[in-house]
């Protein structure tokens, strides 16, 4: 005869396994839990979700409006509106969407919005003082489409505007790759010259300090105080940021110099040329769908080597 468990054989029946009493409990919990959450959260459609007395509750949205009826501690909503009707007493915050603060409604942290606008139908809306509202309009339409369609980055759709972008790209590159290597051509010559001798090693070498650099960028905002997190951040980007200029302008010369000898005469070649082949070329590496993505990491890691090569020439030169 089988025999099913219930509350009474969880609490009462002492011939069940201590396992099977660790495993009820755990079932009813899960239970309770899910019915607390049900309470506290509901969806009309695909497109809302609206929290009810919630003030314990972090709430994170991917495209969806999320209105706050009551109470709830934080809202964060990417590709989505934000309207709140009751209480917050965290930031609320919207990446590709708008937020609504209706009459009466309070909101005690900072208001953060990208890709929208910050709305308060109160001529004086409860907020707590010195918290602040940080605003950015521009491509609202854009941002929500990539936050409610987030594969697109890696699959750009063709278009007149996509084009434009690319011609200014090459212009710009073109302009910083000259006057770079004007500027500093011995520099630029011993980094190809160390590519083409150990590329493995620099690749590899340049995306562990990338990967490392990035996971101790994320770790230090939970570790060290906001202006000394805000602080590393800032001057880590700045180094990337240099480090790829210059390791894109290195590859850039380097692949314009192999492919001119291939398709130019000795008489014919210049350094101009190879390097307008050489912007031409990683343009339309960085414009191919999901291949991009792979390119890129490939100059992060190719500029971040080389910046970490440049100070031992000798090795590199024996290797």
Known sequence: ??????????????????????CGIFLVFLCQLSLF????????DENTLVIEDAPEMEVFAFGKTVIVKKQAKGVLAFG?????????EGDV????????????????????????????????????????????????????????????????SFSFAFLAQRILSMLFWFVISIGLTTLA??????????????????FALGFFAFLVT????????????NYLSALFGLMAFILLMLAYVFGRVAMQVSIGKVLQKQLVADKNQSETLAIFIGVFVWTVLLSIPYVWTFALIALFAAGVGLVFTARSPNVWKKA
């Open 80 to 88: 989505g509106d934000v309207i709140i009707e009751g209480k917050v």
């Open 214 to 225: 990035t996971i101790t960028v994320i770790a230090s905002l939970s570790v060290l105080p």
């Open 93 to 156: 915050a919207s990446i590709g969407g708008s937020i609504t603060q209706k009459e009466n409604a309070f909101i005690g942290g900072d208001v953060i919005v990208f890709g929208g606008t910050y709305r308060a139908e109160s001529k004086n809306p409860l907020r707590n003082e010195g918290k602040e509202t940080v605003m950015y309009a521009g491509y609202e339409e854009e941002l929500r489409d990539l936050t409610q369609n987030p594969t697109q980055i890696f699959s750009p």
């Open 37 to 44: 959450a049900q309470t506290q959260i509901s969806s009309p």
């Open 1 to 22: 005869m089988k025999h099913s468990l219930t509350l009474n054989d969880i609490f009462i029946n002492p011939r069940l396994a201590p396992c099977q009493v660790i």
């Open 185 to 202: 051509p011995g520099a630029i010559s011993r980094a190809i010259a160390r590519f083409q001798l150990s590329t493995l090693k620099i």
